[in-house]
């Protein structure tokens, strides 16, 4: 069963503090995994793609990191701001086509 | 710019009216496009594939009468939440992928909050 899992659930920090969210899946067959941020009351907004052969992709203060072969990926943030806090959501897709989404991390970036 | 449009961005209504959701594709032809629904602090939840030209396809217990989908133009996809009780209050989101792109890219509309009164 193609299944994505996200973890933490939820997560504080403080803002300047560094973090690290992961997402395991286990969709088949594999064509690329997104990273979603989702401020409360809006529609989800895309900060990576990480296709198969990629393991490391920045954008901006977000990196996202993709293992193919343990199915797992994280989303590391640095010197997180305020404007961090949101819903992360790890969404793969197989063949291009049929979307798995992942439940979600909540982030609270703290002042 | 926005590549998904969803209007209204909030809707209240009375218990037992029917309310329309549009969805359009700004930037491409869409032949498919998804419908979200989100409860509070919930994670987004499939309801249906929306497939232009054809019947809307629904995920299992979603229902097909109560949400009808349309989807008669390749820009343009409505969700309309008919006879709305104040249980079917949430945030509805629909999303689109281009066509022949294999890359996987999710355009996501701005979502629509349905309040039922």
């Known amino acids: 069963k193609n299944q994505v899992e996200q973890s933490p659930q939820s997560l504080i920090i403080l803002e300047g503090k560094n973090c690290t969210l992961q997402?395991?899946?286990?969709?088949?067959?594999?064509?690329?995994l997104r990273w979603y941020k989702q401020d409360t009351g809006r529609g989800p907004v895309s900060l990576t793609i990480m296709t198969f052969s990629e393991n490391t992709k920045s954008n901006g203060r977000y990196t996202a990191t993709l293992d193919a072969d343990t199915k797992q990926s994280s989303l590391h943030i640095t010197a997180s701001q305020l404007s961090d806090s949101a819903s992360y959501i790890c969404v793969v897709s197989a063949n291009g086509q049929n979307f798995v989404f992942g439940p979600g991390t909540r982030l609270s970036v703290l002042p | 710019g926005a590549v998904v449009s969803q209007h209204p961005s909030w809707v209240i209504c009375k218990s037992g009216t029917s309310v329309k959701i549009e969805c359009r594709s700004l930037d491409f032809q869409a032949t498919t496009m998804f419908w979200y629904r989100q409860f509070p602090k919930q994670s987004l939840m499939l309801m249906a594939t929306s497939n232009e030209g054809s019947k809307a396809t629904y995920e299992q217990g979603v229902e097909k009468d109560k949400f009808l989908i349309n989807h008669a133009s390749l820009t343009l996809s409505t969700l309309t939440v008919t006879s709305a009780h104040p249980e079917d209050s949430s945030f509805y989101i629909c999303s689109t992928s281009p066509p022949r792109l294999t890359t996987g890219e999710l355009f996501f509309g701005e979502g629509s909050r349905l309040t039922v009164l």
């Open positions: 997402c395991n899946y286990t969709v088949s067959p594999f064509s690329n």
